[in-house]
Structures are given as C-alpha cells and as structure tokens.
C-alpha cells in the first residue's frame, strides 16, 4: 500500500503506480461524517388507483411515525406494520391547476442545457420530473394565470413555438391515509422511522425491499407522493454497486465503479430539488435497492475506497457510465447540448490500438461502417451488445414516431407515414448528431440522443441504416446495425471488465475512461458543481 503523509493525499490518475486503497487512517477528518443523502425510492405514489405501500420493520424492532395532520398538530405513533394508501378526497369547488412547460426531454442533462437557456431569457425556471425530464416556468413566479398566457404569447411572438401551458381541472385531491389500532390518520407529513435503522419496504408482492436510515413520505411537484430514503452514502453504495457492475464483477471494476457511483451521487445532488429531494432509484440516476442483494465484493470495495471520488480541477467529474460503447466511447456534446466537459472524450475502448481516430475519423460514413464491422480486440467483444442488428418496417417506425412527436406535440405529430431516413451528421466518435427523417406531412430532423427516444430500435446512436426494399424497388423498412447499449459517455462497466482481468487497477481503468482527472478523498475544497 502506498503510505501517504499529506493530511489531503491525491491520487493523480495519469500515475500508473498510485495505489487505490487507501487505510481509512489517511482519509480527513471531514470525511469521517458521512454524507447524508435522499433518495426518492418510490417516486410517484399514488399514480395507479389502490396503490398500496407498506412498510415494516424488521423482527424485534418497531416503527417510530412523527405524524403531522393538516392542522399542523405533530404526534408520535408506535406500530411493527404501516399500510399506506391514496384516497381521493372531493374538493369543495374544482381548482384549475396550471403550469407552463418550455421543453420536454429524454435526460436531465438535455432539459439542465434546455433550463439554462430559458434562464438566459430572464425566465424562472425548474426541472421536473413528472414521466419524461421537463423544463417547467416556476410555478411560485407565475402563479397568475394572466402572468402566464403573458409569458406563453411572449414566447411565441419571439418564434418560441415549444413551449404550452398544461391544464388541469381539479374535482379531488388524493390524501395519503393509514389505520393503527382502529383509528385512520390522514397525515401533512409523515415521518419513519426505527431503532435499527431498518424497514422494510413492499410496493408489490415482487418488490419487497430492505432499506437502511429513515423515511419520510411527501408531496411532489404532480399531485403524487414520494417516498423519500434518508440514508448515508457509503450505505446507499452497498444497494449501488452490486446491482451496477454485477456481482461477479473482477475487483478492480467493482472498486473503480464504486469510486464513480460515489462521485455519481454527490455531483448529482441536484436532480431532483422541485420535488425536495436530492436522487432517485432507477436508471435516470443509479440503480439503487436498499439493504437488498448486497454483496460481500461489493462491501469490501465500499470499504476500501471509502470517501475516495473522481475530480477534475478540484470539482467532482459529471461520473457518466453505460454498461456497453460498441468500442469507442462518446464526448458528452456527441449526446447532449451543453458545456463540453474535457475529460469525457472519444476513446477507442480497447488495451490495443485497433484503431486511430485521428486518422480514421468515425464521422467519415464509409469508414463508420468499417468500424462497426470490427469485432475483434476490443475491451467488450463477445458482449451480447457489444454489436447487433435489428429490424423495423415503416409502419412500426412510424408509429414509434408519431408517439414521440405526439408526446413533445410537435407539429409534425399527425403524420401518416415515414417515407425516408438518412443520418447526415455524425461526430469523431460515430455518434449520430442528426438523422434526417421525410414523412408524408415534411420533413424534421431528430437530434443526437433524441434518435434513441424517438426509434425503437436503436440501443445506442452508434448505428448506420440500410433499406430494405420490397421486390418493386420500395422501401418498406430499414435495418438498423450498430454497437453499444446506452450513451456510451464514459466509463464502460463491460470494458471495465475486461481491463480488471488484464491486470489493471483502479486507477488505470478511471485514468482510461476520464483522461486528466484525480482521485481524491473527499474534503471541503471540493467542489461538487460549479452549476451551483
């Protein structure tokens, strides 16, 4: 182990021979409290009618609830079994419930781009959630609904034909109710919380969770509630891991995956501040299931790398990963609008130079197509998506896209039929930065990662299309061939793999991934986003 005397110790990733572990001894004194974190692990409760949540604690403990009722008066309560459920309570008169959405998008980092540039306008705004990633005008500034169709016709006499005003017309309100010993309570806020610091959770009878720290049930931003974990991070990691890299991940990947899910987390705080809280527990973030499924490798890559995360210039690394490139990986701008971040760049993703992009451009299509029929000597080969070709007709294309034009209502949305497809543009890595679609009603065009959400087929945007014709010569649909699953920015959990087994360390395989950048321990010089 590489012993360490300064009271800040860093590990430059350039250095092959840093070692990873560092004894927690070395580790600063602000690191020793944890980092407390909240995580919405059921986020829209109350969307589906009879919707029931329980919760329990384990055996021999009990569940404390601080119940706050809509009088504001707190009580405590004591029970081993909590059955929560959303009852719609009539209103006295209907309440119009409006806002003013500007963009609608697939990612949060495309609506935090789409955010900033509406914030440059002078508009007050907020990201949500509420199925995809939408740009909202803030809902306590324009509260008026005149104020509203004012900042709506602003917007479109500018030519800013996006942006609509979503209506709502309220006859009921739901109400989160529970029953203990004969009595129902209708709480405000409710609060969870036991001894051990465990409770058990049960959305369905196949989704039964153990989760350490506390609870706390709350409204969010879209007439729901979400069930919010409060939970160390180091314990949020062991419900991470694992079930991120696998559980029979090599070492090494499960020890650089751990150092970025943890630098995932503290620079993704803000994800999530419309709804008052911080991350949530599926793919939009990381996937995260409590105390359950733990793993033994896991733990030990917790504990060993314990506080350590990934910087660039002293701020946390935006920590993107994918399981699967397709062999080379993306800049954040071949995905996303937005500020480039310089450590996020195209690598080829292989221990060998099989291939060099500064001389075989992947925007070339010819030599694209090259590229994707190499199969060899790459860190993911004899992955399962690592390359594969799927099939579409016309019609199932179509479909797949009046779905998506409808949903962002586009004006384009009532078209008939996709007549054809061509990609026009794509990056240095092979990334698709415009496809050109003509349909019966025009033509559009779908941009970067907007290709993946608007076609069924692709698993990336790391893919070419040929025709294919019926025997009079017509297109009747398209093939799709490619390689990768995901954006492909970043660290590859695959290749990962793969490097751990040639021998690598940790730090070799983030110094891969993330040219330029440090491993530190974490400390109060850090920054987590300069966005803040």
């Not at 959770?201 to 609870?215: A, D, I």
């Not at 160390?232 to 079930?243: D, F, I, K, M, N």
């Not at 040929?466 to 009747?476: A, E, G, K, S």
Request: charged share 20%; net charge positive.
């Amino acid at each position: 182990m590489l012993k360490i005397k300064e009271k800040k110790p860093i590990i430059s990733i350039g250095s092959i021979t840093a070692a990873i572990l560092l004894s927690l001894t070395l580790i600063p004194a602000a690191v020793a409290k944890d980092v407390l974190l909240r995580v919405g692990i059921v986020q829209r409760f109350g969307d589906e009618a009879k919707e029931k949540l329980t919760l329990s604690s384990t055996s021999g403990d009990n569940l404390t609830l601080r119940v706050v009722g809509e009088d504001g008066q707190s009580q405590t309560l004591q029970t081993n079994r909590l059955q929560l459920e959303v009852i719609p309570r009539p209103l006295a008169s209907p309440i119009l419930q409006e806002k003013v959405i500007l963009s609608d998008h697939a990612t949060f980092e495309t609506a935090e781009n789409s955010a900033k540039n509406w914030a440059k306008m002078g508009i007050k705004v907020e990201i949500t959630q509420p199925g995809r990633w939408q740009v909202w005008a803030k809902r306590e500034v324009y509260e008026n609904p005149l104020v509203r169709r004012w900042l709506l016709t602003s917007l479109q006499t500018k030519g800013h034909n996006q942006p609509y005003i979503n209506s709502v017309l309220l006859k009921e309100k739901p109400q989160v109710s529970f029953q203990i010993n004969g009595v129902r309570y209708f709480p405000k806020e409710l609060e969870i919380e036991s001894q051990k610091n465990l409770i058990q959770v049960t959305h369905s009878p196949n989704q039964v969770r153990l989760y350490g720290g506390t609870m706390r049930l709350q409204p969010n931003a879209y007439g729901t509630f979400t069930l919010v974990n409060n939970v160390p991070l180091e314990t949020y990691l062991r419900g991470v891991v694992p079930h991120e890299i696998g559980h029979d991940a090599p070492e090494s990947a499960t020890r650089a995956q751990t150092i970025i899910a943890r630098t995932y987390a503290l620079r993704n705080l803000r994800r999530f501040q419309a709804d008052n809280y911080e991350l949530c527990a599926d793919t939009h973030c990381q996937v995260y299931y409590g105390l359950t499924g733990t793993n033994p490798r896991a733990d030990q890559a917790i504990t060993a790398t314990r506080g350590l995360v990934l910087t660039y210039q002293n701020e946390l690394v935006d920590a993107l990963y994918s399981s699967t490139t397709g062999g080379v990986t993306a800049l954040f701008s071949d995905v996303w609008d937005g500020e480039e971040r310089p450590y996020l760049r195209a690598v080829v993703d292989s221990p060998n130079r099989v291939w060099d992009l500064s001389k075989q451009s992947l925007a070339n299509e010819t030599t694209f197509r090259q590229f994707i029929n190499l199969k060899d000597g790459f860190n993911e080969t004899g992955r399962r998506v690592f390359r594969w070709q799927k099939q579409a007709s016309l019609a199932d294309l179509s479909q797949d896209l009046e779905t998506y034009l409808t949903r962002r209502k586009h004006p384009l949305a009532h078209f008939q039929k996709i007549q054809w497809m061509e990609v026009t543009k794509r990056s240095p890595s092979g990334r698709i930065l415009t496809m050109t679609i003509q349909t019966d009603k025009g033509i559009l065009e779908l941009h970067k990662n907007e290709v993946r959400s608007a076609l069924g087929p692709p698993r990336s945007t790391l893919f070419y299309i040929d025709p294919i014709y019926d025997t009079n010569r017509q297109i009747q649909g398209y093939n799709f061939i490619g390689g990768g699953f995901g954006h492909g920015v970043g660290l590859s959990q695959f290749g990962s793999y793969n490097l751990a087994r040639l021998g690598w360390s940790p730090e070799q395989i983030l110094a891969f991934y993330y040219p330029g950048t440090i491993i530190q321990p974490l400390n109060n010089s850090i920054v987590f986003w300069r966005g803040n």
